[in-house]
Nanobody
Framework: VQLQASGGGFVQPGGSLRLSCAAF????????MGWFRQVPGKEREFVAS????????DYADSVKYRFAISRSNTANTVYLQMNSLEPDDTAVYLCAAGQYATRRREAFDYWGQGTQVTVSS
């Protein structure tokens, strides 16, 4: 499975962005998907996850009520709608696929290359 993230960019505080992560290859297994983010010098941080059928979603406390994860299995794509962005949201955002929707990055088997999000005035 190959993952390709897109949609990052530069936005002012309070703005919005929508990230996409397209999956290619053997996707028939129905993978759970996750979004993580990383800042240089810090550990990769859980952002959100969604079960293979979209029935279970989980968010980090820092993004809850601001971010929304969703997926389209027909399009093999997972989305992260990010609203009310703050400077602390600045990071490289990476999508991942695995068997279970979890906060543990070690549980995800496949990773995309990441897309940069910069929030600044």
């Amino acid at each position: 499975v190959q993952l390709q993230a897109s949609g990052g960019g530069f936005v002012q505080p309070g703005g919005s962005l929508r990230l996409s992560c397209a999956a290619f290859g053997e996707t028939s297994g129905g993978y759970a998907m996750g979004w993580f983010r990383q800042v240089p010098g810090k550990e990769r941080e859980f952002v959100a996850s969604i079960a293979w059928n979209g029935g279970v979603k989980d968010y980090a406390d820092s993004v809850k009520y601001r971010f929304a994860i969703s997926r389209s299995n027909t399009a093999n794509t997972v989305y992260l709608q990010m609203n009310s962005l703050e400077p602390d949201d600045t990071a490289v955002y990476l999508c991942a696929a695995g068997q279970y929707a979890t906060r543990r990055r070690e549980a995800f088997d496949y990773w995309g290359q990441g897309t940069q999000v910069t929030v600044s005035s």
